[in-house]
């Protein structure tokens, strides 16, 4: 209702709205059990696997967007309706998701649930080039960005001054949970998660805003200038929260290939604005503190990821694990959400543990009998393989994985078309900036356990390639 008051358009109000909501993961929540706590090994973890189907505020929005676009269809208020590559590739994205849940799925009624969730980008991608045709909706975008990173990194801060969430409405984990027991992790040290499930997961969402907001440090800007630096500070400041490891070496090439590019390609000197500078000098302290006291030693602790029980050497062997899967299911998998519950299968096929009484003292030891022994990391850590992209082949199979690439390949390839096309500097510089945010998702989705968001990539590649967009930023 407020966005409408301030925009007067419905439509463009609906997609302002939907944007808002996209930190939110709170909604009416279904859990659908699938192993037992009583089924695992790991014995110092209280819960078992199960997987949740989530209708959130934004599935609402997006509802309602179809039923916009279907009464302007029928209504024939649409002058043109735009099919092309893009649409038909994000409609092949949702059939092949829905095939592979009917001809792979272990669950196929927990799958196919799950893939209806693939008409999303495909609504709001008809929705965005149909309904939303020559309205200005970046720099109301843009500030919707700025609001959703401060709120996201005033949550996550006091979540780190509280060292636990804060019981709001919400996050979605109102406890802290140490996942792993590995060497190369501190269970003592808090990792802010703010409205998402894991502090991994608040990085990933963080890293392509920071690319957003990165040029207004170095470039003069027409609306937002100072508004975006800050915000890039705020999100700067929660993203080493995180102790994001993989997520800060992904912003950190992204960041280089960008000055690298524009210097060194584009000839454009590049020199932080001296109010920025200033800024920086007064909170370098701040920062100091949190790199020595927690970006250091996270650092330090990853050389003792690659030993036994580290969290290199179970990645490791959970990609091996995932590969098998793959193997035996390469054309459709085993169903969206079956990944873990059938390699914890598979596990329990090979290794029959019982009679054994665990209790503080032989924790340790039972634990290291299992990694020696077990013919599965899936026995002592029954988690998804920390690989974006094994873990959606292993569920959905060969077609429906490079049919996802192909249609992620054909959105990045709309920011090189804009930035071939223009020939204003500022506006190459904020393109390739964005798109390496984009970018720097599928490189930190090498070391976790999810994909990016196929409508994330939809928004930010229809609200930046186009020129008449960046008019009104640059």
């Known amino acids: 209702m407020v966005v409408y008051l301030l925009t007067r358009d419905f439509r463009k109000s609906?997609?302002?709205?939907?944007?808002?909501?996209?930190p939110l993961r709170i909604g009416k929540t279904y859990e659908i059990p699938l192993i037992s706590p009583n089924e695992l090994i790991n014995t110092d973890r209280a819960f078992g696997i199960s997987e949740f189907i989530v209708i959130?505020?934004?599935e609402i929005f997006i509802v309602i967007m179809?039923?916009?676009?279907?009464?302007d269809l029928v209504l024939k208020k649409l002058k043109t309706f735009k099919l092309d590559w893009i649409s038909i590739f994000l409609f092949l994205n949702f059939l092949f998701l829905v095939l592979s849940s009917i001809f792979g799925s272990l669950?196929?009624?927990i799958s196919l649930t799950l893939s209806l969730f693939a008409l999303e980008p495909l609504i709001l991608y008809l929705f965005l080039k149909n309904c939303l045709v020559k309205k200005k909706i970046l720099f109301p975008s843009l500030a919707i960005f700025t609001s959703m990173i401060i709120v996201v990194s005033f949550l996550a801060t006091l979540q780190f001054i509280k060292k636990g969430t804060l019981g709001l409405s919400i996050e979605i984990s109102h406890e802290f949970l140490p996942l792993s027991l590995g060497i190369d992790e501190n269970i003592f040290v808090f990792r802010p998660l703010a409205t998402f499930y894991h502090a991994n997961e608040l990085a990933q969402f963080l890293l392509p805003y920071l690319f957003i907001f990165l040029p207004s440090l170095f470039l003069v800007l027409k609306k937002l200038n100072k508004v975006l630096a800050m915000s890039f500070v705020f999100g700067f400041w929660v993203f080493l929260l995180t102790l994001g490891r993989a997520a800060w070496l992904s912003f950190?090439?992204?960041?280089?290939?960008w000055l690298f590019i524009l210097e060194k390609r584009w000839g454009l000197r590049l020199k932080i604005k001296k109010q920025f500078l200033k800024l920086g000098l007064r909170i370098l302290p701040l920062f100091l503190l949190i790199l020595i006291g927690f970006v250091f030693p996270r650092l330090i602790n990853t050389f003792n990821s690659f030993q036994i029980y580290g969290g290199a050497y179970t990645r490791w062997e959970l990609v091996k694990d995932s590969l098998k899967t793959i193997n035996q299911f390469p054309l459709f998998g085993v169903g969206l959400g079956m990944d873990v519950f059938y390699s914890f299968q598979q596990s329990l096929e090979k290794l029959v543990f019982s009679g054994v009484s665990v209790?503080?003292?032989?924790?340790y030891l039972l634990q290291q009998y299992l990694i020696k022994s077990a013919p599965s990391v899936f026995s002592y850590f029954p988690e998804a393989v920390h690989n974006g992209f094994l873990y959606l082949f292993s569920q959905v199979g060969f077609i429906a994985f490079a049919v996802f690439l192909t249609t992620c390949t054909l959105l990045l390839r709309q920011f090189f078309l804009a930035i071939k096309k223009t020939k204003i500097i500022i506006h190459k510089a904020i393109l390739l900036s964005v798109s390496l945010g984009i970018i720097s998702l599928f490189f930190n989705n090498?070391?976790?356990?999810?994909?990016?968001?196929?409508?994330e990539i939809v928004f930010?590649?229809?609200?930046?390639?186009?020129?008449e967009e960046l008019k009104q930023l640059a």
Do not use: M
């Open 359 to 363: 209790n503080n003292e032989n924790l």
């Open 66 to 71: 179809f039923l916009v676009l279907l009464r």
């Open 107 to 109: 669950r196929p009624e």
């Open 252 to 257: 950190l090439i992204g960041f280089l290939i």
């Open 446 to 455: 090498l070391f976790q356990a999810f994909i990016p968001n196929l409508q």
């Open 56 to 58: 959130s505020i934004r």
């Open 14 to 22: 609906l997609f302002l709205a939907y944007l808002a909501s996209w």
């Open 460 to 467: 930010l590649t229809i609200l930046f390639t186009s020129q």
